[in-house]
């Protein structure tokens, strides 16, 4: 059954998805649910020293946190887990980990400074440091468009997955709220299989594209090669 999902962005409830997969066919699930805030306050309206947030419309995919049954599917059909946001979703999560991540965006608006990601490993405490301050990015020369409020770099995926995920398995990422795309894109880029699932129509259609437009510019660059 895990075939259908593979390799792609999946348009769905994630709920859905995951009563279809068996029991720890994943190997890591890297995600970024929703923290159950307002839109506003995630950083979609408002303004900062670098100038005016991008407004990306009206939604309402981050009004609540997602019900304990979605965490329980989570560590029942995966083998470690990544989850952006645990401070908010301490609740539903409940579990204590000696491992969280923290991402300094090196932000000098009026936004969080870091964000925090609750993990499944035993290891110590992380910290990644990777500018994302409005229209600063640490990858000036390859910046990336914002396409989801929320949207995580994917250089910084890259840099989690090479430090989380074991590459000797050959196993699973998933992301099962793909939001735009990145944890898909770092997993083609570093020839990981994954599987992404992503409710919200319009940020669906928008990260299939995105995802299609990093394959295709691999493809016309491996052509030259």
Same mark, same amino acid.
């Given at each position: 059954?895990?075939?259908?999902?593979?390799?792609?962005?999946?348009?769905? *409830?994630?709920?859905?998805?995951?009563? $279809?997969?068996?029991?720890?066919?994943?190997?890591?699930?890297?995600?970024?649910?929703? @923290?159950?805030?307002?839109?506003? &306050? !995630? %950083?979609?309206?408002?303004?900062?020293? &670098?100038?005016?947030? =991008? *407004?990306?419309?009206?939604?309402?995919?981050?009004? =609540?946190?997602? /019900?304990?049954? @979605? #965490? *329980?599917?989570?560590?029942?059909?995966?083998?470690? $887990?990544?989850?952006? +946001?645990?401070?908010?979703?301490?609740?539903?999560? %409940?579990?204590?980990?000696?491992?969280?991540?923290?991402?300094? =965006?090196?932000?000098?608006?009026?936004?969080? *400074?870091?964000?925090?990601?609750?993990?499944? #490993?035993?290891?110590?405490?992380?910290? @990644?440091?990777?500018?994302?301050? %409005?229209?600063? $990015?640490?990858?000036?020369?390859?910046?990336?468009? &914002?396409?989801?409020?929320?949207?995580?770099?994917?250089?910084?995926?890259? &840099?989690?997955? !090479?430090?989380?995920?074991?590459?000797?398995?050959? +196993?699973?990422?998933?992301? #099962?709220?793909?939001?735009? +795309?990145?944890?898909?894109?770092?997993? @083609?880029?570093? %020839?990981?299989?994954?599987?992404?699932?992503?409710?919200?129509? =319009?940020?669906?259609?928008?990260?299939?594209?995105?995802?299609? /437009?990093?394959?295709?510019?691999?493809?016309?660059?491996?052509? #030259?090669?």
């Amino acid at each position: 059954m895990i075939e259908k999902f593979l390799n792609k962005i999946t348009h769905g *409830d994630c709920l859905d998805v995951m009563k $279809q997969l068996p029991d720890k066919c994943i190997d890591l699930v890297l995600t970024d649910p929703p @923290y159950g805030e307002k839109m506003s &306050r !995630r %950083g979609t309206i408002g303004t900062s020293n &670098r100038g005016v947030a =991008k *407004d990306y419309g009206k939604s309402d995919w981050d009004d =609540k946190i997602p /019900d304990k049954i @979605y #965490f *329980d599917e989570i560590f029942r059909v995966s083998k470690n $887990q990544i989850i952006f +946001g645990g401070n908010f979703l301490a609740q539903n999560i %409940g579990k204590n980990s000696p491992c969280w991540l923290v991402w300094d =965006k090196n932000n000098t608006g009026n936004y969080a *400074d870091c964000e925090l990601a609750w993990t499944s #490993f035993s290891t110590a405490v992380r910290k @990644y440091s990777f500018t994302w301050n %409005g229209m600063i $990015q640490e990858d000036m020369k390859n910046k990336e468009y &914002r396409i989801h409020p929320t949207q995580k770099p994917v250089k910084l995926l890259e &840099r989690i997955l !090479r430090d989380y995920y074991d590459s000797s398995s050959n +196993g699973v990422v998933a992301d #099962f709220f793909s939001g735009s +795309g990145s944890v898909a894109i770092a997993c @083609y880029n570093l %020839g990981i299989p994954f599987i992404s699932v992503e409710k919200n129509l =319009k940020h669906y259609e928008d990260s299939v594209k995105r995802l299609q /437009d990093v394959q295709a510019q691999i493809k016309l660059f491996k052509g #030259f090669v």
